[in-house]
């Protein structure tokens, strides 16, 4: 089983930066891929970024794309999710997710660990 800790949301304005880290602990050589999702209030949680720990491959839902960026440090056990030009749409709740798979996925079914969410709030 994989443990993941969140960190670094908060309170920013349109246009700011944040970056989310995720630290995991326990079985993390199982985990190969590494993703984070977000959820709206009064939406459904939805695929952000994924990175694959083998070769830091990626992938990115197309809103996010040119803003955000996803990467891993492997001796730290952690993945990064850099968010740039924030906009206040991207106000979510924001989950660190960890896969079995060897290849990247954007479903949810497909991460079996969860991390706790971390708050970003983006104002206009």
């Known amino acids: 089983q994989v443990q993941l800790v969140e960190s670094g949301g908060g309170l920013v304005q349109a246009g700011d930066s944040l970056r989310l880290s995720c630290e995991a602990s326990g079985r993390t050589f199982s985990s190969y891929v590494m993703g984070w999702f977000r959820q709206a209030p009064g939406k459904e949680r939805e695929f952000v970024a994924a990175v694959r720990w083998s070769d830091s491959s990626t992938d990115y839902t197309d809103s996010v794309k040119g803003r955000f960026t996803i990467s891993r440090d492997n001796a730290k056990n952690t993945v990064y999710l850099q968010m740039d030009i924030l906009k206040p749409e991207d106000t979510a709740v924001y989950y660190c997710?960890?896969?079995?798979?060897?290849?990247?996925?954007?479903?949810?079914?497909?991460?079996?660990?969860w991390g706790q969410g971390t708050q970003v709030t983006v104002s206009s």
């Open positions: 997710a960890a896969s079995r798979s060897r290849l990247l996925s954007r479903r949810i079914a497909d991460f079996g660990s």
